[in-house]
């Protein structure tokens, strides 16, 4: 059993087990978040160059008045 001392309590089961669901929740969360933040930085910079400086203007020319 995994919390022994609470064996003849079962709200104090049903607690622990709602404490253990909200860590695992979170745990997953704070993990997912680590995941978007690597791959912000693994794409950081990969279009850097990619448009001029004059770019949006060029743009804008495009479009009607």
């Given at each position: 059993?995994?919390w022994p001392e609470d ?8 607690r622990r087990l709602i ?47």
């Amino acid at each position: 059993m995994q919390w022994p001392e609470d064996a003849e309590s079962r709200a104090s089961l049903v607690r622990r087990l709602i404490l253990e669901g909200q860590r695992a929740v979170i745990d997953k969360r704070d993990g997912e978040r680590e995941d978007r933040l690597a791959a912000v930085r693994r794409s950081s910079g990969a279009l850097t160059g990619s448009y001029g400086a004059d770019y949006l203007s060029k743009l804008r020319d495009d479009w009607p008045e």
